[in-house]
């Protein structure tokens, strides 16, 4: 077993640590939104980019947040996969719709970014069409799942499939690098530290904190309602048997 | 007294595109914690109202 996966084999100390982990993790992305909004609308504008520039503080939040939920789904689903953990299915399931969620959030902040700056709502190149291509497998992943009615081999399949859909990550990421892109060049992980100025670096921060705060949060919520659902299964299944 | 910046609302000509991408912004993180929510409320009632509706089930012998 890997290291630190324990807890996903284990639903009783998960529902233990979930039922009070969910709600402290909701509280402070409420409080990380307030502080990141209220110091996001107190930027000043920037001196290209004039009031759009406020916009990127829920794309990129977002834009993050899309690759790092596939990520999670992605580690969850090889659990599944090999070590069979009894939380791990329920975990990449419970992610996959809040993924999806953030990024056609991106998607579409990143066009009413685009409009202004670019002249386009969108453009086919590298950066964007990676990005819609993540949303497409989210879709997919989600259609697998309800397409099979064994429950197993749905989420074997489905397993599969996010781990295929893993090779578009790196793709999307140094998308900016290796192609000739309308999309601006990495500026925040780069050497030598990030290219923005530190007015907006702290509320871009807070606000991706409080992103990831919140989707702590709904996916502990949605991995409970999945250990429910299965216990309901369950039962329904034993009165019937009754 | 440390400074704290206060919130310009003021974003001009870009309000047609500012203004939607906080809107639909904030729509889709609410529909993300309601529908969390209200999925996790339903499977939790189901669960929960499984042990009671068994025993009854099995001992009455009008059950059907």
New interface residues.
Partial sequence: MIPGTKFLANPARFMAVSRWLAPVLGALAAVLLAVGL??G???PDDYQQ???V??MF??LP?AFMSMIVYALLAIASFLGLVFRHALADAAAKSAA??GA??T??AL??GS??G??MWGTWWVWDARLTSELVLLLIYLGYMALHAALDDETKAARAAAILALVGLANLPVIHFSVTWWNSLHQGESIFVKGGPKLSAVYLWPLGIMFLAYLA?FGS?WL??I???V??K??GA??M??AM? | MSHIPLPNLEVGRYAAFVWPAYALSALALLWMLADSLLRARRWRREAEAGPQAAPVASTDPTAQ
């Fill in positions: 209220w110091l609308m107190a930027v004039g009031a759009t406020r916009i829920v794309h977002a719709p809040l969620a953030f056609a959030l579409i902040t009413l970014w409009r202004p919140l709904l919520v949605r409970r309602g999945e429910w659902r216990r309901a039962r329904a034993a009165r009754a």
